[in-house]
């Protein structure tokens, strides 16, 4: 069974902190990596893709992946309260084309 | 770019009635697109793969002849649940890839939900 975990929280971060989320992933082969953000009732909006080692970033967040480790983490900067959402890693198990979720991780930034 | 829609929205439909989705890439050519169900308080879990011009593979354990998916042109793909029952109700949504920009990046459809009565 290939898996996607994540802490389902809620993470409850304050206004203006950085908010980190976790996720690990059981698929030595898998080769890209992705978080969306989802509002209730509403449908993922991609956040970040990651596909090697390392550090990647856009405006105020950061993708983190470590394959060795199996291991992706995402650092949302200067947190504000629009970000309160439910955070999905999903990933592309080898040889696979559809998305592997977790469960999600559900933020609260307080203002 | 990258948008994809889907309709309806929303159906309340009867017990042993059928229902069609549309899903749309509206500015991009998608020769694959996938159906995720999403059950209240769980993740997305993948359906199936939608090719254009061929048949659609299915994720173990979702029946094929109940979850009809076509994929006519390379901006829609229609899934139609046939003799729906309440446990049907979920949340359907569609994805595609826009291979003109990252060929890995799946956009999502704003997703139908689905009441079976």
């Known amino acids: 069974q290939k898996e996607v975990e994540q802490n389902s929280g809620p993470l409850s971060v304050p206004e203006g902190a950085i908010a980190s989320l976790n996720c690990t992933y059981s698929d030595r082969g898998s080769q890209s990596f992705f978080w969306y953000r989802q509002y209730s009732g509403k449908s993922p909006e991609l956040i970040m893709s990651?596909?090697?080692?390392g550090d990647k970033e856009d405006g105020r967040f950061t993708a983190q992946l470590n394959k060795a480790s199996q291991y992706v983490s995402l650092l949302i900067r200067d947190s504000q309260p629009s970000d309160s959402a439910t955070y999905l890693c999903a990933v592309n198990p080898g040889g696979a084309d559809g998305l592997t979720f977790g469960k999600g991780t559900h933020l609260i930034i307080q203002p | 770019g990258a948008v994809v829609s889907q309709h309806p929205s929303w159906v309340i439909c009867k017990s042993g009635t059928s229902v069609k989705i549309e899903c749309r890439s509206l500015?991009?050519?998608?020769?694959?697109m996938f159906w995720y169900r999403q059950f209240p308080k769980q993740s997305l879990m993948l359906m199936a793969t939608?090719?254009?011009?061929?048949?659609?593979?299915?994720e173990q354990g979702v029946e094929k002849d109940k979850f009809l998916i076509n994929h006519a042109s390379l901006t829609l793909s229609t899934l139609t649940v046939t003799s729906a029952h309440p446990e049907d109700s979920s949340f359907y949504i569609c994805?595609?890839?826009?291979?003109?920009?990252?060929?890995?990046?799946?956009?999502f459809g704003p997703g139908t939900r689905l009441t079976v009565t």
């Open positions: 990651i596909y090697s080692n």
């Open positions: 939608s090719n254009e011009g061929s048949k659609a593979t299915y």
């Open positions: 500015d991009f050519q998608a020769t694959t």
């Open positions: 994805s595609a890839r826009d291979l003109s920009g990252d060929p890995y990046e799946q956009y």
